[in-house]
């Protein structure tokens, strides 16, 4: 610019004038060349700021540390939005996930869509330096697929590892083709290939592998009773349980005693006594008796051994044990859901006003349906997952509005979801943690019975249509 002026410069103050513009120039060089040293010095210091996280908080005037969220979700190629805003997102390679970096602490609605799929959406707070997650996150299809099982409708069902043993509306047992004895099933076990039915007292066990040829469990069971045992009168049959590890045994309580029944040496073992039977049970290795004194009575199957504890339990209504055997669950007639540990020898309240309760398969959660039509959940020890959740913890899970629940069953590949079965029919797959909303799918209507297998449901229909659906497809 300088150079400039002194060549179109032509008059008698020509020198002045151009000692002035020089000096005009070197001012406005040094102005830009300290400015540009100020952005500079602002704009690194800026980004020095953000590489560590940091971003202006122009609310409240000050630096603060910034946050992300972690995501994994199904179907993986669903949209995101962030506060009502579509989000592009970059997603792992090996593990289909997102991580959303340098987010302001605050509350953020998020929002997973995808056509055909019901839309997932929750609202996360974001903490400074901390990563919030949300990693099992299921899109429902809006239409979910049925395939009819039968043609013919049938009353009620039961699953074991040979298929479904079915009764038909004129109460008639049948099995693959086969006519089973009796008009009920008493135990089944979807591991098992035997299953015990009933006709009126008497008990018929049957093989499935020769379904045509039952014993009838109540005769063997009282002549061994009588004959074995030497008892002057035998006791009915209470309750049969599947021995944990044998194949060939069942486990039969009566109201004083708690038996083994060996079926292939026809013979009878006293394991446990009691003054009068309450409930029996049996966790991988131990079969459980308690009586009406509020004595639990435990028999290890493999040391063949008995501890007894006096839980002082009066007015007991049902006891259930988990998997390991590590603790005991017994509800009251009150309705009050009471939890013992068999180590520390430890009493402890989950819940009051109990109607049912369901363990999970890894024994961490404990879900109840109170006699309010509410659905709790109870932490049996600490939880790690999207929230820690400690031991002792007790929650409520939001079903609709109006939904009274009847029945609940985990859903083992699904771990936030249970499924919940209302009086009125309904089948819902509920998530089961606190943060809002809770997103709840509407799988089924007209609903009797449900039996999970994995991730296919079986589902019998008031009309007696047997159909099943896979999850996650």
Request: a negative charge; charged letters at 20%; zero cysteines.
């Amino acid at each position: 610019m300088g150079g400039l002026l002194l060549n179109t410069t032509k008059n008698k103050n020509g020198r002045l004038y151009k000692q002035v513009m020089w000096g005009m120039s070197t001012i406005l060089r040094r102005i830009l060349f300290y400015f540009f040293i100020l952005v500079f010095l602002v704009l690194g210091a800026y980004l020095l700021i953000t590489a560590q996280g940091l971003t202006f908080d122009f609310y409240n005037l000050q630096f603060v540390k910034t946050g992300a969220l972690f995501l994994k979700f199904n179907p993986s190629d669903a949209a995101l939005f962030l506060n009502g805003k579509p989000k592009e997102i970059s997603r792992g390679f090996v593990i289909p996930s997102v991580l959303i970096t340098d987010l302001r602490p605050g509350a953020y609605h998020l929002e997973l869509r995808k056509e055909g799929y019901e839309t997932w959406e929750k609202n996360l707070d974001v903490q400074s330096g901390v990563v919030t997650a949300a990693t099992h996150i299921e899109l429902w299809p809006a239409t979910s697929t049925f395939k009819n099982v039968l043609q013919d409708p049938i009353s009620d069902f039961w699953m074991t590892n040979k298929g479904a043993v079915l009764l038909y509306p004129d109460r008639t047992l049948h099995f693959d083709g086969v006519t089973l004895r009796g008009n009920t099933v008493a135990a089944s076990d979807e591991n098992s290939n035997l299953v015990v039915t009933k006709s009126g007292n008497t008990y018929f066990l049957i093989d499935l592998d020769d379904p045509e040829t039952p014993t009838n469990l109540s005769s063997l069971f009282t002549s061994l009773e009588t004959g074995t045992l030497n008892l002057t009168k035998a006791e009915p049959i209470q309750t049969i349980l599947f021995h944990p590890f044998s194949g060939s045994k069942l486990l039969i309580a009566t109201p004083k005693n708690l038996f083994s029944l060996d079926i292939k040496r026809t013979r009878l073992k006293r394991l446990l006594s009691a003054s009068s039977t309450v409930s029996a049970a049996v966790s991988d290795n131990e079969a459980l008796l308690l009586d009406n004194k509020g004595v639990l009575s435990v028999f290890n199957l493999l040391l063949q051994t008995i501890n007894q504890y006096p839980l002082s339990l009066t007015h007991a209504k049902e006891m259930t044990t988990s998997p390991s055997g590590d603790t005991v669950f017994v509800l009251k007639e009150s309705g009050e859901l009471v939890r013992y540990d068999t180590g520390s020898r430890a009493t402890s309240t989950i819940a009051e006003n109990v109607k049912s309760y369901f363990l999970s398969s890894g024994e961490e959660r404990m879900a109840f349906i109170r006699n309010d039509g509410s659905l709790g959940m109870y932490a049996l020890k600490d939880y790690h997952s999207d929230i820690d959740i400690t031991e002792g913890t007790t929650w409520s899970v939001a079903l609709p509005k109006g939904t009274v629940p009847e029945s609940f069953f985990w859903l083992s590949d699904f771990p936030n979801y249970g499924a919940v079965t209302t009086s009125n029919g309904i089948l819902f797959l509920s998530e089961l943690e606190e943060r809002a909303p809770v997103n709840i799918h509407k799988l089924a209507e007209t609903v009797k019975k449900t039996v999970p297998l994995g991730t296919t449901l079986y589902l019998l229909k008031n009309d007696g249509t047997l159909v099943e659906t896979t999850l996650g497809e």
